[in-house]
Nanobody, 114 residues
Framework: QVQLVESGGDLVQPGGSLRLSCAAS????????MGWYRQAPGKQRELVAH???????NYADSVEGRFTISRSNAKNTVYLQMNSLKPEDTAVYYC????????WGQGTQVTVSS
């Protein structure tokens, strides 16, 4: 079974940057379209960035122009570069494939605060 492990979250000041990583076990990672999701306290989990197996990307309006999703099939890893971070970006960030979802990882906490 494919397992997902997110990392790279931290406490950062507004305007700062972070790079998140999501490592997937298993060699079939390259067959999956992948997304980064986030869940803020009291809110539903939302998709913020998506990348297809061919490398096409899409972003939620709230992060367009600030976040960049990428992937390395050789490393079974998907990345999320986050720039110009805002307090409203504070959330636990997760990665997963398109539905049907794999088991969710533990996520990585991103806190944007001065």
């Amino acid at each position: 079974q494919v397992q997902l492990v997110e990392s790279g979250g931290d406490l950062v000041q507004p305007g700062g940057s972070l790079r998140l990583s999501c490592a997937a076990s298993g060699s079939i990672f390259r067959l999956y379209h992948m997304g980064w999701y986030r869940q803020a306290p009291g809110k539903q989990r939302e998709l913020v960035a998506h990348i297809t197996t061919g490398g096409s990307t899409n972003y939620a309006d709230s992060v367009e122009g600030r976040f960049t999703i990428s992937r390395s099939n050789a490393k079974n890893t998907v990345y999320l570069q986050m720039n110009s971070l805002k307090p409203e970006d504070t959330a636990v960030y997760y990665c997963n494939k398109d539905r049907p979802f794999l088991s969710w990882g533990q996520g990585t906490q991103v806190t944007v605060s001065s």
